[in-house]
């Protein structure tokens, strides 16, 4: 047996490397002959071979005992999430994921599970227990809401005597086995040069498609995607664009849509647009697995679409949002029909997912109208002096608000979550400089740029049209 810390050139680590050695192998001896092999969750003699030593420290003195435990999960929960091993005992945990949706165990002496699907189960051998081990959950964003397990050892001198849990790692920037990944961040220079390089999202709304049933297939994929030129994140995405693809229709359509799974975790849909029954609709599913979601447009608006699946915020942050447009009945024709799409980003380690604390503290590193940050101030909309215009806005968050003004407009028409606050005809007198969203909250505006220039579009909440929430009409002659 090898210790891969030592220094086989040193005489002196080779004897104590011995020594520590044959003490493992005889506890492991002791330990195989004293557990009962007939008690249920008994782990199978093959994977008693697979120790790990990281757990073992000089001052404890292995007993020769085994503890085996039990662990579930419940919601965002290990269950249960403390476990007490006398110290020097061998500890063997039968892990069921017992969840609804896939997770892991990982523990930081590098024993871990894989993913489960719900249902699934396997046996971790931790080994002998000899110190706080903390343990967790490694899908992004789970550990941060709540699924760590604690395994306390016990009858031990020391801090670890009074058998105290240790707080999750309140940076929490962890990797897969829990070292520190710090988090990216970004600028505005960088961040606007990127999205000049990149091909902007047309933000014309698409007419409505014949027919009354509108079919589609939703395929999530996990990939990662360019925020700068050297910056890169995982995102996970309907049909490989974030925000997925906006669908439009009208009052009374029906729309049949087939989620398919291709990612490595689960996920799920919810379409604000449909008056469905969330539990067979929105549930989570398998990787590789398919769900039909069928619902009847009965009400106008721009309505929000997202992953369901906890936590939320991470699902929607990483990508999974989108829209569904449902015109009202009375809607006048324009010249130009734009939707935007408010987000925000808060950046993870590079090429990692999203920073689960910036998250949780609602402080995004960069927004962005249809998924890429300035994409509209590097690549202004064309439109003509005297056009009639109509955005369609959406807060797809996950968290934090909107305040959407053109600058060097009014807004003689604003409809917000199912109505008319001001209406240009036949309604004189007032206009309305903002929209303003809440998270999930959506409406349109309507205006006509009446000089040639540059009108600059914005959340004007500032500090937050300056991390990317901004773009510009380009009005000529
Ligand atoms: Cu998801």
């Keep these: 047996m090898k210790s891969p810390a030592s220094d086989t050139h040193s005489p002196l680590s080779r004897t104590a490397v011995a020594v520590m050695g044959l003490v493992t192998v005889l506890a492991l001896v002791v330990a195989v002959i004293l557990s009962n092999p007939g008690a249920p969750g008994a782990a199978s003699s093959s994977s008693m071979n697979q120790t790990h030593e990281a757990t073992a420290s000089a001052h404890v003195t292995p007993t020769g005992e085994t503890t085996r435990v039990t662990v579930g999960v ?50 971790l051998d931790v080994g002998i227990v000899s110190s706080h081990i903390e343990g967790w959950c490694s899908l992004p964003g789970h550990r941060q809401m709540g699924m760590v397990l604690n395994i306390i050892a016990t009858g031990i001198e020391g801090d670890n005597a009074n058998g105290e849990a240790k707080t999750s790692d309140s940076a929490g920037h962890t990797g897969h086995l829990g070292h520190a990944a710090s988090s990216s961040s970004v600028n505005t220079h960088d961040l606007l040069t990127h999205a000049k390089t990149r091909e902007p999202r047309d933000p014309t709304l698409s007419p409505i498609p014949n027919g009354d049933v509108h079919k589609y297939t939703f395929t999530i994929t996990e990939h990662t995607d360019k925020i700068t030129d050297t910056l890169t994140q995982e995102t996970w995405t309907f049909n490989e664009t974030s925000p997925g693809p906006t669908l439009h229709g009208k009052i ?17 849909i919810d379409f604000h647009a449909g008056l469905v029954s969330p539990d067979a609709n929105m549930r989570s599913i398998e990787p590789g697995e398919t769900l039909t979601y069928e619902f009847v447009a009965h009400n106008a608006g721009i309505w929000l679409y997202h992953c369901g699946t906890p936590p939320m915020s991470m699902h929607i942050a990483n990508g999974m949002y989108g829209a569904v447009v449902i015109d009202p009945s009375d809607l006048d024709p324009v010249d130009h029909e734009y939707v935007m799409i408010a987000a925000e980003t808060y950046l993870g380690a590079n090429g990692e997912t999203a920073d689960a604390n910036k998250l949780a503290a609602m402080i995004p590193d960069a927004t962005a109208f249809n998924g890429i940050p300035f994409q509209y101030s590097a690549h202004p909309i064309n439109v003509k002096v005297g056009d009639r215009i109509r955005v369609w806005v959406l807060d797809a968050g996950p968290n934090l608000p909107i305040s959407f003004h053109v600058v060097g407009t009014q807004f003689d028409t604003v409809w917000r979550e199912g109505d008319y606050l001001i209406q240009e005809r036949g309604r ?22 009446l000089e040639a220039g540059h009108y600059p579009f914005v959340n004007h909440a500032m500090s937050l049209a300056e991390k990317g929430l901004r773009g510009v009409f380009n009005v000529t002659e």
Aim: aromatic fraction near 6%; avoid cysteine.
């Design 428 to 449: 004189g007198g007032g206009a309305a400089q903002v929209l303003s969203l809440q998270a999930a909250e959506g409406g349109f505006v309507e205006f006509t740029p």
């Design 252 to 268: 009374g359509d029906t729309f049949r849509i087939t989620l398919v799974n291709k990612g490595t975790m689960s996920h799920s």
């Design 74 to 123: 419940d919601g965002m929960s290990f269950t249960p999430s403390r476990i007490e091993v006398p110290a020097g005992n061998s500890l063997i945990i039968t892990f069921t994921n017992t969840g609804d949706q896939r997770h892991d165990l990982v523990l930081e002496n590098a024993v871990e599970s894989g993913s489960l699907a719900p249902g699934e189960s396997t046996t």
